[in-house]
């Protein structure tokens, strides 16, 4: 069955770093999006991305956060300059149409320290 | 003011229990999702429903568009019951994002 997968499940960095979660959404969709989680919180909306731009971002995602379809398969979420708030559980989601279900990656863990 | 709310947030049920989780919310919808997160974070889509009832297995959700209301009943409940289940609801003209609840942590005691 297909799967969205996530890299890598968890990443350590220094704050002030910057970082790249990278997803791989299931082949033939075409909507992406990305959440997080902080720990003890529910989950939060950050962006979603279709036809190879956003459509939507929440207050969340500032200019610090930036994300990306490099290429056919993968989709990145970039945080140029991580700070101690950003650590959480971050998802992938993709999804084949607008409005059906949605699909989530296993999360990758990012602790800053 | 939260715009889905859950309820109860912590539920204990004996093993064979009937349970049912409620989900309100106050926004318009495009459809109404129930997920499951196991202890490793992992999500997991349950249903997806925009009118009445769906029901997989032991699993049955409904959803009531004017009271703004849905429920997830688990029937013969069994310890790997034992997740959190959350209520997420489609805001689709918001790039179909989804704004989810809080949560209701479930455990199933055999």
């Known amino acids: 069955e297909p799967e969205v997968t996530q890299t890598p499940s968890h990443q350590v960095t220094q704050m002030g770093q910057e970082v790249i979660l990278r997803c791989v959404p299931i082949?033939?969709?075409?909507?992406f999006y990305w959440y997080r989680q902080i720990l003890g919180q529910k989950v939060e909306f950050l962006v979603s991305?279709?036809?190879?731009?956003?459509?939507?971002k929440s207050e969340i995602f500032d200019d610090q956060f930036s994300v990306e379809r490099p290429d056919g398969s993968n989709f990145t979420l970039k945080i140029r300059s991580t700070k101690l708030e950003d650590s959480a559980m971050y998802f992938c989601?993709?999804?084949?149409?607008?409005?059906?279900?949605?699909?989530f990656g296993p999360g990758t863990r990012l602790t800053v320290l | 003011k939260n715009e889905v709310e859950q309820s109860p947030q912590n539920l204990t049920a004996q093993e064979g229990e009937f349970i049912t989780i409620n989900c309100s919310y106050s926004v318009g919808i495009s459809a109404l999702h129930w997920l499951q997160q196991h202890p490793g974070g992992g999500i997991v889509s349950l249903f997806m429903?925009?009118?009445g009832k769906k029901k997989h297995g032991r699993l049955i959700a409904t959803i009531n568009i004017q009271e703004k209301h849905s429920s997830l009943h688990i029937t013969a409940s069994h310890p790997r019951d034992s997740a959190v289940y959350i209520c997420a609801v489609g805001r689709m003209e918001y790039g179909n994002k989804l704004v989810f609840g809080a949560g209701t942590i479930l455990r199933v005691k055999s």
């Open positions: 991305f279709y036809n190879n731009e956003i459509s939507e």
């Open positions: 989601a993709s999804s084949g149409d607008r409005g059906t279900e949605q699909f």
């Open positions: 429903l925009s009118s």
């Open positions: 082949s033939n969709h075409l909507y």
